[in-house]
């Protein structure tokens, strides 16, 4: 069996993340590619993100500057975020993290004035 060379992994999760926007999701997000259970409510939107290839790790990328949604009504609770195209492809799944960045799992109920925040290095992304 082959596998792909660092640089390649790398081309790789570069062309499945490009022109893709955070959204949040109450649900898992189908891996399937389909967009599924994304937010909605009051000035919800998609937040544009940049990125940067893990060093030494061609198989992962991660945020390299803080991404902020900032609720102005109830957006019920959110549980994932996913990295999606304007065609509504979801070409990556990430489970919301502890905004005190413990990594533990931690579901948010979001209301009015609440932000979901993903701190630098926050949304990871992982070549599988």
């Known amino acids: 069996m082959g596998v792909l060379t660092n640089p390649a992994e790398e081309l790789a999760l570069d062309a499945a993340l490009t022109g893709t926007k955070i959204a949040l999701c109450t649900g898992t997000p ?3 590619g389909a967009m599924s259970n994304e937010v909605t409510g009051p000035n919800y939107s998609r937040q544009a993100w940049s990125y940067s290839i893990v060093q030494g790790n061609p198989t992962e990328a991660s945020n390299d500057a803080d991404v902020i949604f900032t609720a102005t009504g109830s957006w019920g609770t959110v549980t994932h975020a996913a990295a999606v195209t304007d065609a509504n492809e979801v070409r990556a ?4 993290v502890d905004p005190n960045d413990t990594g533990v799992a ?3 109920t979001v209301e009015s004035g609440n932000d979901v925040r993903f701190a630098v290095g ?5 070549l599988d």
């Open 122 to 126: 926050q949304f990871v992304v992982t």
């Open 30 to 32: 189908d891996e399937s």
């Open 106 to 108: 931690l579901p948010q």
């Open 93 to 96: 799944v990430v489970e919301l």
